[in-house]
């Protein structure tokens, strides 16, 4: 299973981005505050996108959208659910109705 570790600070992220904007290269930012140059490299290319200069061939979601969309995606769970409720309850009341509909013809 691959590790997980918990995300870096957000102030300890700027710095890091503060100083790759400086010009200093991830694989140095690596071995200085030992952050692998893959993650230091997904950094810079998210900076890029969020202030609109998507690097090229880092395209991609800013992280305003990617919000939005983790938010909208948890709406849309929840109405599903409601929706199945409605569904369900729906099908309860008229099973229900045409067993007290059938019972009163029968009397």
Known sequence: MPRTRPPYPAAFR???LELA?????PAELSREFN???QTITNWVAQDARDRGAALPGKEGLTTAER????RLRRKLRQV???RDILVKATA???ARH???FTASMNS
């Open 14 to 16: 700027q710095q890091i």
């Open 21 to 25: 904007h400086a010009g200093r290269t």
């Open 92 to 94: 309860w009341f008229a």
């Open 98 to 100: 045409d067993k007290t």
């Open 67 to 70: 919000e939005e969309l983790v």
């Open 35 to 37: 952050v692998t140059a």
């Open 80 to 82: 599903e659910q409601e």
